[in-house]
Nanobody, 126 residues
Framework: QVELAESGGGSVQAGGSLRLSCAAS????????MGWFRQTPGKEREGVAT????????NYADSVKGRFTISQDKAKNTVSLQMNSLKPEDTAIYYC???????????????????WGQGTQVTVSS
């Protein structure tokens, strides 16, 4: 059974940093594609970043390029999202998700992600 568990959310002032982690279990972590998404009330869930677990290639939403970095720790089956220069508009619940391959479907197409974590709240105050 695949399980994803996010941690590291919290409250921070604008310009600050947070690091989210997603611990994965129940599948071969060295394969597949891991993504971070976020959602605010009344809005659709949007993609933030993805990483190919095998090759390490990454993709970012335009809104976070240059500020967020996704990385993986294969020894710990963990994917992290380092978020710097946070803005109030980054406030959301952040979710990690996985799909079998980063080549399946468009980068942030939710339909192709098979498993999701429970989410962690990030709040950025101005």
């Amino acid at each position: 059974q695949v399980e994803l568990a996010e941690s590291g959310g919290g409250s921070v002032q604008a310009g600050g940093s947070l690091r989210l982690s997603c611990a994965a279990s129940g599948y071969i972590f060295s394969k597949g594609c891991m993504g971070w998404f976020r959602q605010t009330p009344g809005k659709e869930r949007e993609g933030v970043a993805t990483i190919d677990n095998a090759g390490g290639s990454t993709n970012y939403a335009d809104s976070v390029k240059g500020r967020f970095t996704i990385s993986q720790d294969k020894a710990k089956n963990t994917v992290s999202l380092q978020m710097n220069s946070l803005k109030p508009e980054d406030t959301a619940i952040y979710y990690c998700a996985t799909k079998f391959s980063c080549l399946n479907g468009a980068t942030f197409d939710l339909r192709y992600y098979n498993y999701w974590g429970q989410g962690t709240q990030v709040t950025v105050s101005s």
